[in-house]
């Protein structure tokens, strides 16, 4: 079964970063695109970033765009969030997420919790 | 980017009864739709792929049908554990979008 288990999450002051990581398992890393999806507090699901597989294209959101770095190691299998310039709108759980080979997403993680606050 | 406006945002329905949820998208994505559950505190779980193909191990009482602009998720016999916010998810592009969220409350 996919495994994805993130990490890094945390309590951040505005202006902060924060670096997420995303630890594939049990599928081809290398095959897929990886994305991140993040949740506010009582929201909706809120796509964040994506990278394909070989790590060379990347696509944001315009809310986090020159912001939020999305990049992956594929000899680790791991996808990362680098965050930086932090607001309070980007307090969320962040998901890791799978994409299939359809581009939809297949498998999430568990979620990591980002909070921004003073 | 394509806009994925999600309807009704939330609904009170009786376990047995027929629920259908649609989500329109503001141009064409031919049948490059998913539907995804959430429970409360848990991560989604995809229910249909491809518009209306449905996951593996999935209730064959959950379907989804459309293409194009028009997508419905329809779960025709209503069960305890099914209450929950449903999400329908735009992959036509890398950019992908995701409906608003429809709360299935217990009626």
């Known amino acids: 079964e996919v495994q994805l288990l993130e990490s890094g999450g945390g309590l951040v002051q505005p202006g902060g970063s924060l670096r997420l990581s995303c630890a594939a398992s049990?599928?081809?890393?290398?095959?897929?695109?990886m994305a991140w999806v993040r949740q506010a507090p009582g929201k909706g699901l809120e796509w964040v970033s994506v990278?394909?597989?070989?790590?060379?294209?990347?696509f944001y959101a315009d809310s986090v765009k020159g912001r939020l770095t999305i990049s992956r190691d594929n000899s680790k299998n791991t996808v990362y969030l680098q965050m930086n310039s932090l607001r309070a709108e980007d307090t969320a759980v962040y998901y890791c997420?799978?994409?299939?080979?359809?581009?939809?997403?297949?498998?999430w993680g568990q979620g990591t919790l980002v909070a921004v606050s003073s | 980017d394509i806009q994925m406006t999600q309807s009704p945002s939330s609904l009170s329905a009786s376990v047995g009864d027929r629920v259908t949820i649609t989500c329109r998208a503001s141009?064409?994505?031919?049948?490059?739709l998913a539907w995804y559950q959430q429970k409360p505190g848990k991560a989604p779980k995809r229910l249909i792929y491809a518009a209306s193909s449905l996951q593996s191990g999935v209730p064959s009482r959950f379907s989804g049908s459309g293409s194009g602009t028009e997508f419905t998720l329809t779960i025709s016999s209503l069960q305890p554990e099914d209450f929950a916010t449903y999400y329908c998810l735009q992959h036509n592009s890398y950019r992908l979008t995701f409906g608003g969220g429809t709360k299935v409350e217990i009626k």
């Open positions: 990278v394909s597989a070989s790590g060379g294209t990347t």
């Open positions: 141009q064409g994505i031919r049948n490059d």
């Open positions: 997420a799978k994409l299939g080979w359809l581009q939809d997403i297949d498998y």
């Open positions: 049990e599928f081809i890393f290398t095959n897929f695109g």
